[in-house]
């Protein structure tokens, strides 16, 4: 219990610094976003009075300190107030943008899990050097190859060249898979280059050799023995790689032109919207903290010894 509360403090800090951080970097810029709105609809003849009447709606006027701690209190109860560009509400916009990304997040998080997972067993356990070194070199040529490059050059061959995939657009599967494989990309790179190195150490380790001397071939060894404590720094990474998913889908789906998070967080950085900013940073930050606090409970069923400490300790 004392591990579980740690680890929940833990990320009710990260929450609170995503928004605190969020926060001062929007109202460090110039201007507002009631004077972008007025800037994007200046054929209206919005008047002054017009612009004060919005700033006060949203609370623009007030001074800084009292805009945090309301828009805070608002924040805590799961109130993120209303989008200043489409007035409708920030969960509202969150939800319904949320299928579209979920779909290419899922299938890129399982496309890097089954390849990054993959190739670096298959690195591990070949015997031909030549084989081996090539595999190895793959992962950091992964993470090097910009996104938006591989999603356009993906694009244009096996839609424009071959026609097996649609350009843009969210509809049906067929519609999912470039953009997955996109997104999948840089994760899989970072899953293989961890998991090879983590095996290649844990190869080398005594209780290896004595699985060996007791007569455990080399597939058991291999896939049974090592990868359960090699996967741990793999894990750990859980969290970042699903990070990267979300923060990866801003390009992906400018690319493909999809509708999701992505694009929702396009137009309202460009906008300045800062409800809708702030409620998906906020939204971002809570993935990560769950997606690792599920990876610090799994870790004592993986290795009981990582609970330990501090039952000794208590």
């Not at 591990?3 to 507002?32: C, E, K, N």
Request: aromatic residues 8%.
């Amino acid at each position: 219990m004392k591990f579980f509360a740690r680890r929940v403090a833990q990320a009710l800090f990260v929450l609170w610094a995503a928004y605190t951080v969020s926060f001062v970097i929007l109202y460090m810029l110039p201007g507002d976003p009631v004077s972008v709105l007025a800037g994007t609809e200046a054929g209206r003849d919005i008047t002054p009075e017009q612009l004060d009447a919005l700033r006060h709606e949203y609370g623009l006027d007030r001074p800084v300190t009292v805009q945090y701690f309301v828009r805070l209190g608002q924040v805590v109860r799961g109130d993120f107030g209303r989008s200043v560009q489409s007035h409708q509400p920030v969960q509202t916009m969150i939800a319904d943008a949320l299928p579209a990304t979920a779909q290419i997040a899922g299938l890129g998080l399982l496309l890097a899990v089954v390849f990054g997972a993959g190739l670096a067993l298959l690195a591990t356990y070949v015997s031909w050097g030549w084989l081996r070194q090539t595999l190895l070199s793959l992962p950091p040529l992964g993470v090097a190859i910009p996104s938006f490059w591989f999603g356009l050059l993906l694009l244009q061959v096996f839609s424009f060249k071959l026609g097996l995939f649609p350009v843009v657009g969210n509809e049906g599967f067929a519609s999912v898979v470039l953009p997955a494989v996109t997104l999948a990309l840089p994760s899989a790179a970072t899953i293989a280059q961890l998991l090879a190195k983590s095996m290649s150490a844990t190869l080398r380790e005594p209780y290896i050799e004595t699985a060996r001397a007791k007569g455990a071939g080399r597939p058991r060894i291999h896939f049974r023995h090592a990868v359960r404590n090699a996967a741990l720094p793999a894990l750990t990474v859980a969290g970042l790689v699903v990070g990267n998913l979300l923060a990866g889908a801003v390009v992906t789906e400018t690319v493909f032109s999809r509708t999701g998070l992505g694009r929702v967080t396009a137009l309202a950085v460009t906008t300045q919207d800062i409800p809708v900013v702030q409620g998906l940073v906020v939204f971002a930050a809570l993935v990560f903290v769950l997606v690792n606090l599920a990876v610090d409970l799994v870790y004592p069923l993986l290795d009981p010894r990582i609970a330990r400490p501090s039952a000794t300790a208590s």
